[in-house]
């Protein structure tokens, strides 16, 4: 089965910090992805990368960035956190022979910002 | 963008079939039906996806009406595991939005023992 690990089930950081969130896939996946997840909102898409050095924002870029220096590791960094990326934060990946291919996703590190 | 239509909450005996119903009266011609659920405290799992035809695995089936505007996934015998937040995507082949998966609301499974 795919594994999708996320560093930190939980974090507390405070604003103004530098935040970094972690992710490893294990099935050579092409594709990966980051998503938050907000009550009453669904998941958005915050960034996604096809291939290592490769990324391509999605619906909510601002305020993040995104780091893909291997294959299997995918991280999300929040430059200077403020209180309103507060959130549920997922990782997930796909083969990436076609778009259109299952996502696998990490169990989310859960994110406050004080 | 497709949008899909699904009851916000449904109930379920244990070891009964479940049917969870998914509108999509503008899909187009390139939209593959997903579904994936999400379990309290976890990552959504992915479940089954179809284009056209009926399709099963070991987790479920999938229902596709002949006109694809609207599909079914069917467990067969719930259990209390099954318990979770069930969501209906529709994602094309190809082209923008060919990547992301777009959740909507999604429909509460409650299983009762």
């Known amino acids: 089965d795919v594994k999708v690990t996320q560093s930190s089930r939980y974090l507390v950081k405070r604003t103004g910090e530098k935040v970094f969130l972690e992710c490893v896939q294990d099935m050579d996946h092409e594709n990966m992805f980051w998503y938050r997840q907000d009550p009453g909102l669904g998941l958005r898409l915050i960034y996604f990368?096809?291939?290592?050095?490769?990324?391509e924002k999605g619906d909510i870029p601002e305020g993040y960035s995104v780091s893909r220096e291997k294959k299997e590791r995918f991280s999300l960094i929040l430059e200077s956190a403020s209180t309103n990326q507060t959130s549920m934060y997922l990782c997930a990946s796909s083969l990436g022979d076609r778009a259109n291919q299952p996502q696998h996703f990490g169990d989310g590190t859960r994110l406050s910002i004080l | 963008d497709a949008k899909t239509t699904q009851p916000n909450s449904m109930e379920s005996n244990e070891e009964e079939p479940v049917h969870l119903p998914c509108n999509h009266s503008t899909i187009s011609g390139t939209d593959y039906i997903h579904w994936y659920r999400q379990l309290p405290s976890q990552g959504p799992e992915y479940v089954i996806h179809?284009?056209?035809s009926n399709v099963n695995n070991r987790m479920a089936s999938l229902a596709i009406a002949e006109d694809r505007k609207s599909s079914t996934l069917i467990l067969h015998r719930a259990t209390l595991r099954d318990a979770a937040v069930y969501y209906c995507i529709l994602q094309p082949y190809s082209g923008a939005g060919s990547y992301q998966l777009t959740f909507g609301k999604g429909t509460k499974l409650s299983v009762i023992p």
């Open positions: 179809g284009l056209t």
């Open positions: 990368s096809y291939d290592v050095k490769m990324k």
